[in-house]
């Protein structure tokens, strides 16, 4: 099986494919971009509300936000997927693949921003608020002026590892008909058949898409870097 | 016309055989994935240069690719290369393989985490390197890692409902055709929705639980 | 007749059932160096932590000049001030923090000007002179434009002076400010204290630096087990202390 010939056989299928292949596949990586950023967007706003009241003063609002976090930490994505996209349509809610997709991955990722961000907020000694405090400013100032800009930079770099972990899960989206990688893999498998070639071309998008935001990453972290220094 | 309660047996049924499998799979593949991650953990770690390499190239694959696609390379794939696997067993391996990486950089960062003092104690001690790893600095690793996995272990249960996707016979699955025949979509996704969250609460606590006995 | 910056009335401070404060009373007049020491666990920093409310006190009172801080009086009953309404209370008083306690993501110029700009509201140019003055008063102006954590100990100590004193207060607080200092960085620190308190700024301190309270300090206040055990002159206190758990904790110091 690993004959020359074989290994021959196989990558000339791609140079008789690829040409046909790539301009689906280039516009199903929009796609499948446009749901991870999305996703990310919705995921930031809510993880953001959340993220307040779990800190708020009041215990019912902070329960509130726990019970918010620990459903949608424990619900697979897939099932918050089609129980957006399947589960209320009875009801009378219907939502379009690209959307629902960007919704119930951005509801699953704003728990985990919700946390992220906690995590930042409680980073900063307590000493630096009450510093805030003794120099006069109100326990709001001194949220928006000390604690908020930090917690921000700290949040940054687990913040951009959840994009990746969202482009991943875009590719569920295909099992909505979304019109994004997995989906142009399966059009494409059940026309030209050669399973195995085009799931590896996937493969390799997702690897590639992932690389280029682990970059975006890297160069974030170094630019805003969470040491004391800060800027 | 079958009755309310044959219907309602039809499905605790039909879900209760969706989790067991469920279970199944989880099961294996977490020990599959914890044994394989502390072999390559090891190998990362104390290997020479060829194998650091290999392995963390195969750790940089399998955490960037969806689990999607590696179910689908796996059942239909491979199918056109003559390698034939189940959707159960498809589901399977493909968990296993990710799951490997994940907990190769869990138990890594337990070795990393460990003090070189320990093994030279060992050492010191009359142990042969191998009975250091074994005994004193694996032992140690793995109990430091012990949240970290049963975080893997929550990811690893949502993960299986992905398999849903090559019919593997687990939750959703069986939901999805369930849904499909009696159109009851909302009340059976929200079933399901329960069952996860009864499934992985426990372990969450159990997390919450370990991490502060840790002192985290 | 000096008036009275400071006044203490039978302060009292309770975690659950550990009693850390008994009932203290004290006042410090104008222009006045306060020293307060004390061993470990006297409840020296539990007190002057409560003089501006950052620990609410379980019972007693607390006068600014003739402001009652941390509390209205309701006819005849006292209503706890929210943290909104402390804000402009603590602005009268400054605090010097060990760990210092700088923001490390703003400069020292930034750290100064905040007080000034965002909780006296000045414009942004009144601010940043403020700023620099008083970062010229302790000696550090070159480092205007510098973050915390580029300066040594010692320096970023005196921004945290700088810091309390823009605010303009009317009495500083200091809770053992050469602690958490290498011993060689003492020195530039107390100096500057030395000199403020030259200048007549009225201040507390809680040290453990006994010379200091010895030479500089117009009153030294010793405490022990959450109460005054000794107060007056230093060379009284400290020189010819009369209460004999005065004289143990002194033991050490005057063997040297």
Not at chain 3, 102 to 106: A, E, G, Q
Not at chain 3, 118 to 123: E, H, I, V, Y
Not at chain 3, 238 to 242: C, N
């Given at each position: 099986m690993w004959s020359e010939n074989a290994l021959v056989a196989f990558f000339s299928v791609y140079s008789e494919y690829m040409d046909r292949w790539l301009p689906a596949l280039a516009s199903a990586s929009g796609t499948a971009l446009t749901i991870t950023i999305g996703s990310f967007a919705v995921a930031c706003v809510l993880g953001l509300v959340v993220a307040g009241l779990r800190l708020s003063h009041s215990k019912l609002l902070s329960r509130l936000a726990v019970i918010y976090i620990e459903l949608f930490r424990s619900i697979p994505t897939l099932v918050l997927l089609f129980m957006l996209y399947y589960g209320i349509a009875p009801l009378g809610i219907v939502f379009d693949p690209i959307p629902a997709a960007i919704l119930a991955l951005g509801m699953a990722g704003s728990a985990h921003m919700a946390e992220i961000l906690r995590a930042g907020v409680q980073a900063i000694p307590k000493g630096q608020r009450e510093a805030a405090l003794t120099v006069g400013l109100t326990p709001l100032q001194s949220f928006r002026l000390i604690v908020f800009p930090q917690a921000l930079r700290i949040s940054l770099p687990p913040s951009i590892n959840m994009l990746i972990v969202l482009l991943k899960d875009s590719s569920l989206a295909s099992l909505i008909s979304a019109p994004e990688i997995m989906q142009s893999a399966k059009q494409i498998m059940s026309r030209d058949y050669m399973p195995l070639h085009i799931l590896l071309v996937a493969g390799l998008i997702y690897l590639v898409l992932g690389l280029l935001l682990s970059l975006l990453a890297n160069l974030v972290e170094r630019r805003f870097a969470a040491n004391r220094s800060g800027r | 016309m079958e009755s309310d309660i044959e219907k309602y047996v039809h499905y605790v049924t039909v879900m209760t055989e969706g989790l067991y499998y469920c279970l199944v799979i989880t099961a294996v593949s977490f020990v599959c994935s914890v044994l394989f991650g502390t072999l390559f953990a090891v190998l990362r770690h104390y290997g020479n240069r060829l194998s650091r390499l290999l392995i963390g190239g195969y750790v940089e694959v399998f955490r960037a690719m969806p689990p999607l696609t590696i179910f689908f390379i796996l059942y239909f794939g491979l199918a056109h290369a003559g390698l034939h696997f189940s959707p159960l067993s498809a589901a399977i391996t493909g968990l296993s393989m990710i799951g490997a990486a994940y907990c190769c950089e869990i138990i890594r960062s337990g070795l990393v985490a460990l003090k070189k003092g320990d093994r030279e104690a060992a050492l010191a001690a009359g142990l042969t390197p191998n009975q250091a790893l074994r005994f004193i600095i694996l032992p140690q690793a793995l109990r430091t890692s012990l949240p970290s996995l049963g975080t893997y272990l929550i990811g690893l249960i949502k993960d299986t409902s992905i398999a849903s996707a090559i019919a593997a016979p687990e939750i959703l699955f069986r939901a999805r055709n369930l849904a499909s025949e009696s159109f009851e979509t909302t009340a059976i996704y929200l079933v399901v929705a329960l069952v996860y969250l009864v499934i992985t609460i426990p372990i969450a606590v159990g997390v919450g639980y370990l991490e502060k006995k840790a002192g985290r | 007749m000096t008036r009275d910056v400071l006044k203490v009335e039978n302060l009292q401070k309770s975690y659950g059932d550990l009693c850390v404060l008994v009932g203290v009373s004290t006042t410090v007049q104008a222009g006045e160096c306060v020293s307060i020491i004390g061993p470990s666990g006297s409840g020296k920093t539990t007190f002057l932590r409560c003089l501006n409310y950052l620990e609410k006190p379980t019972a007693g009172h607390i006068h600014l000049e003739d402001m009652l801080i941390g509390e209205r009086l309701v006819g005849d009953r006292y209503i706890p001030l929210t943290e909104k309404q402390l804000a402009p209370q603590r602005l009268q008083m400054g605090f010097v923090f060990q760990n210092f306690c700088?923001?490390?993501?703003?400069t020292v110029l930034e750290n100064v000007a905040l007080s000034p700009f965002?909780?006296?509201?000045?414009?942004k140019s009144e601010s940043l002179a403020i700023a620099r003055n008083a970062l010229e008063r302790v000696h550090i102006?070159?480092?205007?434009?510098?973050?915390?954590?580029?300066?040594?100990g010692g320096q970023q100590q005196r921004v945290g002076i700088a810091r309390a004193l823009a605010q303009r207060p009317k009495v500083i607080l200091f809770d053992?400010?050469?602690?958490?200092?290498?011993p060689e960085l003492v020195g530039e620190v107390l100096e500057v204290i030395g000199e403020l308190a030259a200048d007549g700024l009225s201040m507390v301190l809680v040290t453990h630096e006994i010379t200091f309270a010895r030479d500089v300090a117009t009153k030294v206040i010793f405490m022990d087990g959450g109460r005054i055990v000794e107060e007056g002159a230093p060379r009284q206190v400290?020189?010819?202390?009369?209460q004999e758990r005065t004289i143990k904790f002194l033991s050490k110091f005057h063997a040297n």
């Open positions: - | - | 700088l923001w490390p993501h703003l965002r909780a006296m509201k000045l414009s102006a070159h480092k205007a434009d510098e973050y915390p954590d580029r300066l040594s053992e400010p050469t602690s958490a200092l290498d400290i020189m010819a202390p009369t």
